[in-house]
């Protein structure tokens, strides 16, 4: 039976050889990246804004 020690030192060992597959994004798609997500972001919030405004005029009318 393994011990502890073993067995985390087999775990590191996978993790070392899993990472050495991976690629780190160059900087064009890191920032390419985040315009995306901050586009997106400011797209989702407005949205939520206006669908927001509209019920609460809506409720407002009801309760008139």
């Keep these: 039976m393994k011990t502890l020690i073993d067995r985390i030192k087999a775990f590191l060992g996978e ?12 900087w064009q798609e890191v920032r390419g990246s985040t315009i995306v997500i901050i586009v997106s972001m400011l ?10 405004l509209g019920f609460h005029y809506l409720i407002r009318w009801m309760i008139q």
């Design 15 to 26: 993790v070392k050889q899993e990472l050495g597959k991976c690629s780190m994004p160059n």
């Design 43 to 52: 797209i989702l919030g407005l949205f939520s804004f206006v669908v927001d």
